[in-house]
């Protein structure tokens, strides 16, 4: 079955790095598109960051342009996003998700939390 599982969040200080991963299984990861997408407490879901299949095409949300990477190795079947220069603003539940068949498929989140 799809699995996604995400780790790498943490408390971390305003200007600080961290790097978010995302393992996969139960399905061929180098077809899919991949995402990393945030949920802040009492606010909707969001979309972070997106990239294409080979790696070579990324699309970032205005509100971390600059500061996060979004990349993936095919071979590990892994997403990553390197998330620097954070802010109290970043923080919230982390979540990577893939769409197969029209379906989405999300992880259970990590929690990154940025103090002032």
């Known amino acids: 079955q799809v699995q996604l599982v995400e780790s790498g969040g943490g408390l971390v200080q305003a200007g600080g790095s961290l790097r978010l991963s995302c393992a996969t299984s139960g399905f061929t990861f180098s077809r899919y598109v991949m995402a990393w997408l945030r949920q802040a407490p009492g606010k909707e879901r969001e979309y972070v960051a997106r990239i294409n299949l080979s790696g070579s095409s990324t699309y970032y949300a205005d509100s971390v342009k600059g500061r996060f990477t979004i990349s993936r190795d095919n071979a590990k079947n892994t997403v990553y996003l390197q998330m620097n220069s954070l802010k109290p603003e970043d923080t919230a539940v982390y979540y990577c998700?893939?769409?197969?068949?029209?379906?989405?498929?999300w992880g259970k989140g990590t929690l990154v939390t940025v103090s002032s």
């Open positions: 998700n893939v769409r197969l068949a029209g379906m989405d498929y």
